[in-house]
């Protein structure tokens, strides 16, 4: 029996640090997006949404036109769609996963919280995430690195009433720790705390 698993990946940051959009950067032979979403798509629980009806929602909100097009030309051999924040300068990270939750079917039972620019995270990692949900079913799953909590981080559908009705200056980090006794920590490696965020990280994680 397969349960719907949505995911949504934050890519609504204006790259300022970086200079120019970090999303379309080359990333090997992909962009760092389309390498976050190949990760995605290649990674077990992929296979489980899909049959169960679950989708990939790209939240869009810094350079988002060249975002969406850049996304309009990934493979659509999986449920890929974007949806637009349009409070992204002002909101940070929590406004883009309220808007991801609300873009998402009502078949959705959990969704999986990745970031755009983290391209480096591994599909194994993602699968051992959603095997601790199916196992567990703990609401919170998130993966672990010498005791530091990174992305993707997995929450149940009984906690997005919650994380919506959150006011603007509330943290995901604050979301998570104000749950910390329900939350399952998956290990992982180091990959789960990098992103790009300046050119020497881009420079220091390209392959």
């Not at 090997?28 to 049959?51: E, H, N, R, Y």
């Not at 919650?162 to 910390?180: C, G, K, V, Y």
Request: aromatic share 8%; net charge negative; proline share 7%.
């Amino acid at each position: 029996m397969f349960e719907a698993i949505s995911t949504i990946v934050l890519a609504a940051g204006e790259s300022r640090r970086m200079g120019q959009p970090k999303l379309l950067l080359p990333w090997g032979d992909m962009t760092v997006l389309g390498q976050v979403v190949a990760t995605f798509a290649a990674a077990g629980a992929l296979d489980s949404l899909v049959k169960a009806g679950g989708e990939i929602v790209v939240v869009t909100g810094g350079a988002h036109q060249q975002v969406e097009a850049l996304v309009a030309g990934l493979p659509q051999d999986y449920p890929i769609r974007t949806v637009y924040n349009p409070g992204y300068a002002e909101g940070g990270m929590l406004s883009s996963i309220q808007v991801g939750l609300r873009a998402l079917g009502p078949g959705a039972r959990a969704a999986l919280i990745g970031l755009g620019d983290q391209p480096q995270v591994q599909a194994e990692t993602i699968r051992c995430i959603f095997a601790a949900y199916v196992r567990t079913r703990s609401p919170l799953v998130v993966p672990s690195f010498q005791k530091r909590r990174g992305h993707p981080w997995l929450v149940a559908r009984p906690f997005w009433p919650e994380i919506l009705a959150l006011d603007a200056s509330t943290t995901p980090r604050q979301f998570l720790n104000m749950h910390s006794e329900q939350v399952e920590y998956v290990a992982a490696d180091e990959s789960i705390l990098q992103d790009l965020d300046t050119p020497e990280d881009y420079n220091r994680l390209r392959p």
